[in-house]
């Protein structure tokens, strides 16, 4: 399984996402550049220029015509995918920290740090309506005074928000009302990262508390955990086949004083059922900050933080590997 080395950014990968098809896979990191390549073979297509500061979130809408990403720069943007450019500029009061458009494409929604004097909200922009970007209005603004959201998807049919929060605790928000419709509190500490499969029934987070939690979408009912030595900043599921992967290894503060053998930098496979590791891959010189599979599960992409994105292709043995329970 050789990996497709992605050099285009200086600092370390905060997010990787593919887009629908799985043809596009977007890259943003600590530096102010978004990237877009081509899955296949790793060509880059282009950048998306114009932020000031690191880029923590990046998102694609249903028929890739547009992206959006989140900053340090206290700025949410939208870009044309193909053309990279600005559409739209929303000015924040603190760091942008998730964004994501909802199933239509039409709705934005982004939240926003806690920090400088300012709480955390959840922002929701409908792009129809070209008045409320142009007086940087959203239709819906949720405060989240008491712990700040650090990871949220849309669930099914863009009804609502799931969203992780420092502490552990995962709600539920309304798109229309922002009212809190579930909680649930499995993760005892942060919740670095969360992602929905492919036909968003259920969502996988992963946290600092060393464990990615398997949830239902609608229930927001907990069905499977698997654990590990580490923290893990980010979880994904196949789409193709019962597994999910998991990237993590110690905070990148802690990388030099420990060494490579004990940091496990590796990406990690579990069954999604028996919850148990069946494989692992290394590749990266630091901790893994995000992973994400492609559409069609016959590969897979982690981006480190050695500032590197690999995008891994499944051997054929990998399709033929069943678990002996």
């Given amino acids: 399984m050789k990996p497709i080395l992605l050099q285009g950014h200086e600092r370390s990968i905060t997010q990787i996402k593919y887009n629908r098809e799985g043809d596009l896979l977007f890259s943003v990191a600590k530096d102010p550049v978004a990237n877009v390549w081509y899955s296949v073979n790793g060509g880059r297509l282009g950048t998306y220029n114009g932020h000031t500061g690191a880029v923590w979130c990046v998102d694609c809408d249903w028929d890739t015509k547009n992206v959006l990403t989140g900053s340090a720069d206290n700025s949410c943007r939208l870009w044309d995918c193909e053309t990279g450019k600005q559409l739209a500029l929303l000015h924040t009061n603190s760091a942008v920290r998730t964004c994501g458009f909802d199933f239509s494409g039409n709705i934005i929604m982004f939240s926003t740090d806690k920090q400088m004097g300012y709480q955390c909200f959840m922002n929701f922009f409908d792009l129809r309506d070209p008045q409320q970007i142009e007086d940087n209005q959203p239709y819906l603004t949720i405060p989240c005074s008491e712990h700040k959201v650090t ?52 969502f996988i987070s992963a946290s600092k508390d060393n464990t990615a939690k398997l949830f239902d979408s609608a229930s927001l009912d907990h069905i499977k955990t698997f654990k590990t030595e580490r923290p893990v900043n980010s979880a994904a599921i196949s789409p193709s086949m019962d597994h999910v992967v998991m990237g993590g290894g110690q905070e990148a503060m802690e990388v030099t004083t420990t060494s490579t053998r004990i940091g496990t930098f590796e990406a990690r496979f579990f069954h999604a059922a028996y919850e148990e590791e069946f494989g692992r891959v290394k590749g990266h010189f630091g901790p893994i900050n995000c992973v994400a599979f492609h559409p069609d599960g016959k590969s897979y992409s982690s981006g480190g933080e050695d500032g590197y994105t690999r995008i891994h292709y499944f051997d054929p043995q990998y399709f033929d590997f069943e678990l002996e329970a």
């Fill in 151 to 202: 990871s949220a998807v849309w669930g099914p049919l863009g009804e609502f928000v799931i969203a992780g929060h420092e502490n552990g605790e995962i709600n539920q928000f309304s798109a229309k009302s922002g009212e809190v419709l579930k909680k649930a509190k499995e993760h005892s500490r942060h919740i670095n990262d969360i992602q929905t499969s492919v036909d968003l029934t259920m």
